[in-house]
Nanobody
C-alpha cells in the first residue's frame, strides 16, 4: 500500500518561500511509469495542479505558477519537495501530494493534505 505524507510549515509570511516535502512509503518514486504531483485547493475553490516530477526526474509545471515553482526529489529518502517563491495570501490553500501515471490517467494515491496559510 502506497502512502504519502506532506510536511512543512503551516504559516508562511508574504514574499517568503513556501517549502513542502512529501514522504512516500510502500513504493519507490523512481518506479517506472509513475509521476508524483503537488496539487492545492484554495479556500472555496477547486483543485489546482502545481507540478509533477516523473520517475525519471523530469519535471512539469503549471504555466501559471512555473516562474515561482520548483519541484525536486531526494531518491535516497524517497521524498519529493515543492518550493513556491514570493508567496502572497492568494497562495493560502490545502496542499496535497499525490501519485499518477500515464496508464492510470488519474491520481490513485493522495496524502492527507496540509494547510498552508500566507499571512504576516
Amino acid at each position: 500500500q502506497v502512502q504519502l505524507q506532506e510536511s512543512g510549515p503551516g504559516l508562511v509570511k508574504p514574499s517568503q518561500t513556501l517549502s513542502l516535502t512529501c514522504t512516500v512509503s510502500g513504493g519507490s518514486i523512481t518506479t517506472n511509469v509513475y509521476y508524483w504531483s503537488w496539487i492545492r485547493q484554495p479556500p472555496g475553490k477547486g483543485l489546482e495542479w502545481i507540478a509533477n516530477i516523473a520517475y525519471s526526474g523530469t519535471t512539469y509545471y503549471n504555466p501559471s505558477l512555473e516562474s515561482r515553482t520548483s519541484i525536486s526529489r531526494d531518491t535516497s529518502k524517497n521524498q519529493f519537495t515543492l518550493q513556491l517563491n514570493s508567496v502572497t495570501p492568494e497562495d493560502t490553500a490545502v496542499y496535497y501530494c499525490a501519485r499518477t501515471s500515464e496508464t492510470i490517467g488519474a491520481y490513485d494515491y493522495w496524502g492527507q493534505g496540509t494547510q498552508v496559510t500566507v499571512s504576516s
